[in-house]
């Protein structure tokens, strides 16, 4: 590392990171077991595509190979949600809320078990940091399994008085960056209330959801309540448009999560969608700044900015701007940008090549739009798909790496001067999923709240999730809330 600036506010000289570097601690792989092709998870077992299509599941990281996956067409799509179906009219809605219980219960201690084999295979098929994987994806998709088996046989007290009831098969169809605990965001709430499910994982980051599916088997949960079918978008749309299902739970993009709306329009299957964001993080003059530039770091540089709820903007109040972008360059420089499987690494690989481009092109977008591009000094890898955490500065509210989700390490800086102008530019976007606020005052953490229209708003803090409690957007970031109490009501008739 090269930087030798002196930090204002500490004084302190950052010239001891002059060559200064970690020694390489990577993660091992060799307790886990992966199949050189995977078929479809459907009726409690493993069958291969009708049309005998597979395709490949690269290492983002060094894009290599890892496995072949299955390409499930309508006619698979058909045998899933009638397993499914058949599993729910024949055995799981007729099986007592404390049975189903034990069966998501068994599901998240088997996670915990294989913990360590689940977050080595997240790692090396999406390309997100082994330290991410271990310590948030796997132990949060554990929890949530764990979380949601503690309501299953307590729903008449999430809703008194109304006598809960399933809806039948829910198709779940999710994205590529959080592969393990998208699928149990989705599937344990889904079983807690008694229905069954086709999950579809996205394409570029099946194995985890297949993983799953072995556990699930091992768990003796019942042939056909958990049915898991792999593919593109083709295979989404499937379930989607099938008759038998009754239900919808998407996350991904806002195109697609449009495209589903309009496609199940007119029927009487329920939907919930959490799609983009383009969160703002507002810092006020009177902010811990060090705690701040920490939570902006972890804002938009956790998992490479594949997240939803990214803290993709920053707002900073005029009076201490100067100071916030210094020391956040000065901590950009220190981040740790490479093989994903380094317990030291804190960026990865970015997803895909696809998505590495439009990153790309997003940066060239902003540059000629105007805004001053900085990024850290560091070296990327000669292979796979990565790229130098990003800041872009002198933005305003029109230029699109303002307006625009870019699923990417890439943070656009604004500045502000009152509490008004600042929840003015945050609300400004067509997304509201969520909001960051640092600040000193209770009080003004509490006007905020009531006036961001965003679904989530973290204080002096950033990326902070539980399963108790509720995720989920406003305008353009979807509608339906996952986690908690409130992540029961889209499964159950009321
Ligand atoms: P996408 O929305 O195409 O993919 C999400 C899932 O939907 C995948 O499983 C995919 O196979 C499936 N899918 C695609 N087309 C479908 C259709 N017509 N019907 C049913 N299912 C369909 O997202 P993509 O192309 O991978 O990423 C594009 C952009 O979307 C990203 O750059 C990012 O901005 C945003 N995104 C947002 C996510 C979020 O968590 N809100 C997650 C992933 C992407
Ligand atoms: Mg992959």
């Known amino acids: 590392?090269?930087?030798?600036?002196?930090?204002?506010?500490?004084?302190?000289?950052?010239?001891?990171?002059?060559?200064?570097?970690?020694?390489?601690?990577?993660?091992?792989?060799?307790?886990?077991?992966?199949?050189?092709?995977?078929?479809?998870?459907?009726?409690?077992?493993?069958?291969?595509?009708?049309?005998?299509?597979?395709?490949?599941?690269?290492?983002?990281?060094?894009?290599?190979?890892?496995?072949?996956?299955?390409?499930?067409?309508?006619?698979?799509?058909?045998?899933?949600?009638?397993?499914?179906?058949?599993?729910?009219?024949?055995?799981?809605?007729?099986?007592?809320?404390?049975?189903?219980?034990?069966?998501?219960?068994?599901?998240?201690?088997?996670?915990?078990?294989?913990?360590?084999?689940?977050?080595?295979?997240?790692?090396?098929?999406?390309?997100?940091?082994?330290?991410?994987?271990?310590?948030?994806?796997?132990?949060?998709?554990?929890?949530?399994?764990?979380?949601?088996?503690?309501?299953?046989?307590?729903?008449?007290?999430?809703?008194?008085?109304?006598?809960?009831?399933?809806?039948?098969?829910?198709?779940?169809?999710?994205?590529?960056?959080?592969?393990?605990?998208?699928?149990?965001?989705?599937?344990?709430?889904?079983?807690?209330?008694?229905?069954?499910?086709?999950?579809?994982?996205?394409?570029?980051?099946?194995?985890?959801?297949?993983?799953?599916?072995?556990?699930?088997?091992?768990?003796?949960?019942?042939?056909?309540?958990?049915?898991?079918?792999?593919?593109?978008?083709?295979?989404?749309?499937?379930?989607?448009?099938?008759?038998?299902?009754?239900?919808?739970?998407?996350?991904?993009?806002?195109?697609?999560?449009?495209?589903?709306?309009?496609?199940?329009?007119?029927?009487?299957?329920?939907?919930?969608?959490?799609?983009?964001g383009k969160a703002a993080n507002i810092v006020f003059d009177d902010a811990p700044i060090d705690q701040a530039v920490e939570g902006i770091i972890n804002g938009i540089f956790f998992n490479q900015g594949h997240v939803c709820c990214a803290g993709s903007r920053l707002l900073v109040q005029e009076g201490v701007a100067d100071i916030v972008i210094r020391k956040l360059k000065d901590r950009m420089e220190t981040l740790i940008v490479g093989d994903p499987m380094d317990k030291n690494t804190d960026i990865g690989a970015i997803n895909s090549k696809e998505q590495l481009l439009k990153i790309q092109e997003y940066i060239k977008i902003g540059v000629n739009d105007g805004a001053d591009l900085y990024q850290s000094s560091c070296e990327l890898p000669n292979k796979g798909f990565f790229c130098k955490p990003t800041l872009f500065l002198n933005t305003s509210q029109s230029h699109r790496v303002v307006q625009e989700e870019i699923f990417g390490p890439v943070l656009a800086v604004q500045t502000f001067r009152t509490v008004e102008e600042a929840i003015e530019k945050a609300n400004n976007i067509p997304y509201g999923l969520s909001a960051g606020i640092w600040t000193d005052k209770g009080s003004k953490i509490f006007n905020l709240t009531t006036k961001m229209r965003a679904g989530v708003v973290w204080a002096n803090t950033y990326n902070k999730f539980d399963p108790t409690s509720p995720f989920g957007g406003y305008k353009e970031s979807g509608f339906g809330r996952e986690g908690g109490l409130h992540g029961l009501l889209p499964y159950v008739s009321l």
């Open 1 to 276: 590392m090269k930087k030798t600036e002196t930090s204002e506010r500490s004084g302190q000289s950052l010239s001891f990171f002059n060559g200064w570097k970690y020694a390489p601690a990577p993660e091992s792989k060799d307790h886990i077991s992966l199949k050189k092709q995977y078929g479809l998870f459907i009726n409690g077992e493993f069958v291969p595509p009708s049309s005998k299509k597979y395709f490949d599941t690269i290492n983002p990281a060094t894009e290599e190979k890892i496995a072949e996956i299955a390409e499930a067409d309508e006619k698979d799509v058909d045998l899933a949600v009638n397993a499914a179906s058949k599993a729910y009219n024949n055995v799981w809605k007729k099986t007592p809320p404390k049975e189903r219980a034990k069966y998501i219960y068994r599901i998240a201690r088997m996670i915990q078990e294989r913990a360590r084999e689940l977050a080595v295979i997240e790692t090396l098929d999406g390309g997100k940091p082994i330290r991410e994987s271990r310590d948030i994806d796997v132990p949060l998709a554990a929890n949530h399994f764990f979380y949601y088996a503690g309501w299953a046989d307590k729903l008449n007290y999430a809703f008194p008085n109304r006598n809960p009831q399933p809806l039948g098969v829910a198709g779940q169809i999710i994205p590529w960056n959080f592969p393990l605990l998208m699928a149990a965001w989705k599937i344990a709430p889904a079983l807690a209330t008694g229905n069954t499910v086709v999950l579809k994982p996205a394409e570029s980051t099946s194995l985890t959801a297949l993983k799953l599916a072995e556990i699930i088997a091992e768990s003796g949960l019942p042939d056909g309540v958990v049915n898991i079918v792999t593919g593109f978008g083709k295979t989404g749309a499937a379930i989607v448009n099938h008759p038998k299902v009754n239900k919808v739970a998407f996350t991904g993009s806002t195109d697609v999560g449009k495209l589903i709306q309009k496609a199940i329009a007119g029927t009487s299957k329920k939907l919930t969608l959490e799609l983009g």
